[in-house]
Every structure is written in C-alpha cells, then in structure tokens.
Nanobody, 119 residues
Framework: QVQLVESGGGLVQAGGSLRLSCAAS????????MGWFRQALGKEREFVAA????????YYATSVKGRFTISRDSAKNTVYLRMNSLKPEDTAVYYC????????????WGQGTQVTVSS
C-alpha cells in the first residue's frame, strides 16, 4: 500500500523559511513525477511545484517561483519543498502527491501539513 507522509509544516513569520518533506513508501518502482499542492481556507487546491523523478526537471507555479525549491532524494524516496521568503498568502495546507505515469493524474496523496505564515 502506497503512503505519502508529509512533515515540516508549522508557524513562521513573514520572510522566514520552512522545509517540507514527503516520504513515500509501499512502491518498488520509481515515480514519474512528484509534486506539492496547497489549499488555503475557503479556496481551491492549487499546484505549487513538481519534479520529474527521472530527469529532475522542476516545475513551479508563478506565485512561488524564485522563492520555493523542490528537490528529491531517490534513495530515500523523498521529495522536499524548501520555502523561502514566506508570505502570509502562502498560508495553507500543503499536500504531497505522486504520479506513476505520464498519462495519469496524480495517483496518491498525502494527508497534508499545515503551513501558517504570520505578518
């Protein structure tokens, strides 16, 4: 059974940094892509960043480009999201997701971790 477990969320002041981690288990073959999404209270879930597992190519939402960095550790089956220069509008529940092939949607989701940025 595949599980994605996020960690690293918390409360931080504006301008601060956090690093989220997402550890994947239960799958013996590599992913196609892993990503981070977020959902703020009263808003729809939105894409934040993704990384191709094979090539390491990174993708970012415009709102976080230049401030957030996604990375992966294939040996640990873990994806990270380094968030710098955090803003109050970054406050949301952050979800990790995994995609097993190019033709599929994100197949697996974590339970989410809360990030709160105070002004």
């Amino acid at each position: 059974q595949v599980q994605l477990v996020e960690s690293g969320g918390g409360l931080v002041q504006a301008g601060g940094s956090l690093r989220l981690s997402c550890a994947a288990s239960g799958r013996t073959t590599s992913w196609y892509r892993m990503g981070w999404f977020r959902q703020a209270l009263g808003k729809e879930r939105e894409f934040v960043a993704a990384i191709s597992w094979a090539t390491g190519i990174e993708y970012y939402a415009t709102s976080v480009k230049g401030r957030f960095t996604i990375s992966r550790d294939s040996a640990k089956n873990t994806v990270y999201l380094r968030m710098n220069s955090l803003k109050p509008e970054d406050t949301a529940v952050y979800y990790c997701a995994a995609q097993i092939s190019a033709g599929s949607q994100y197949n697996y989701w974590g339970q989410g971790t809360q990030v709160t940025v105070s002004s």
